[in-house]
């Protein structure tokens, strides 16, 4: 639980940088570690441990989020569900490349945007495929899509482990849990 004094040395956001910044270092992490896999190690289903899935189809999943925001936000309603699935980003690592240079570019340009502004999030609530449209903000958008992202980048990296690849050490951490091993580190 969070504590009031906690709280009371947060900052207020003004614009977006306070999420959108750090997102885009993940994506920066991200791209880094599809740039070190050749194809075979980016697009190989990894059997049982990891529900049959690849790297390829983490890194596409994570991308359709960024972009469902990047392109959502400028066509007036965001909509994760929407997703590009079986598309060359989850086979090819230079197709992942190029669509992380254009969402990385994309995230850093919302940096200066207004934190509260308003944006629509299309949401499947149920399996009949029914959508529902929520209102929410921005920042708060940048700050879920940051979050999902690193959720997914820890399981790239248990992917990458798995196949002997080296991945940089924060890596699928979230900034919580890297900001708790830094205070008990100093604390010994």
């Known amino acids: 639980m969070v504590s009031r004094s906690t709280l009371a040395h947060a900052r207020v956001a003004s614009t977006c940088e306070a999420v959108a910044t750090p997102l885009a270092l993940i994506l920066e992490e991200l791209r880094a570690v599809v740039g070190s896999l050749d194809v075979a190690a980016y697009s190989s289903p990894m059997g049982d441990t990891f529900a049959h899935a690849s790297v390829g189809g983490h890194v596409r999943h994570c991308l359709d989020h960024a972009r469902a925001l990047v392109d959502g936000r400028a066509a007036g309603v965001i909509d ?51 959508t529902t449209v929520l209102s929410s903000t921005l920042a708060r958008e940048l700050a879920f899509v940051l979050s999902h992202t690193i959720h997914h980048n820890a399981t790239i990296r248990g992917m990458a482990v798995a196949m002997g690849k080296g991945v940089p050490a924060s890596f699928g951490y ?3 849990t890297l900001a708790y091993g830094d205070r008990r580190a100093c604390a010994r």
């Open 80 to 130: 994760y569900d929407h997703r590009a699935r079986g598309t060359r980003i989850e086979s090819d690592p230079g197709a992942a490349l190029d669509e992380l240079d254009r969402l990385i570019s994309g995230i850093v340009g919302l940096s200066e945007v207004e934190a509260q502004e308003p944006v629509g999030v299309a949401i499947m609530p149920t399996r009949d495929g029914d």
């Open 174 to 176: 979230a900034p919580s």
